[in-house]
């Protein structure tokens, strides 16, 4: 996946948490971000990748999230590795 790609599917995500009422402050007390902290630094990859890494910890914010925005069940995983600062997984 490209990098570009897998920007777009976190900023996705990250709206998709912002409008969740319940999941949002979850994710802000996780992260120990701030609803400023969100918005300054939504252009910032390793950002993203914190929100689908914080995003992928729960099947059912998986599906909900995917189901929402017509993405592959796999795709935000794919894309969390596409961006900068994700450790590879090597199996062996």
Known sequence: MKSERAE?????????LAANDDLWPTFL???????????????????????????????????GFCDDAGLGYDEPLRARYALSGAAQINWT
């Open 29 to 63: 007390g996780s992260t120990g971000a701030s609803v400023d902290d969100a918005r300054d630094r939504s252009a910032d990859p390793a950002f993203l990748g914190s929100v689908l890494e914080f995003l992928t910890m729960n099947d059912d914010w998986i599906v």
């Open 8 to 16: 777009t599917i976190a900023l996705r995500a990250l709206a998709w």
